[in-house]
């Protein structure tokens, strides 16, 4: 068994990025999504996490949902 850790990011309607490219990125890597009112968070696999801070320096991290 593989045991993964996903790290979560909070796109907010007020971040520059643009939400679709995100979702590509998290998804190419095997990550998840989850669409609220007005933000989405991204958990991304551990082993991506330096990609993810490299492509996305602004997204605010949610370490209460992260999985561990």
Excluded: K
């Excluded at 979560?8 to 609220?36: A, K, N």
């Amino acid at each position: 068994m593989i045991d993964t850790t996903y790290y979560c990011y909070r796109l907010t309607v007020y971040e520059p990025y643009d939400d679709e490219d995100v979702w590509e990125f998290v998804q190419r890597h095997g990550g998840y999504m989850s669409i609220r009112n007005d933000v989405i968070d991204f958990w991304i696999p551990a082993q991506y996490l330096s990609l993810m801070l490299l492509a996305y320096p602004d997204l605010v991290r949610q370490h209460n949902l992260d999985y561990i």
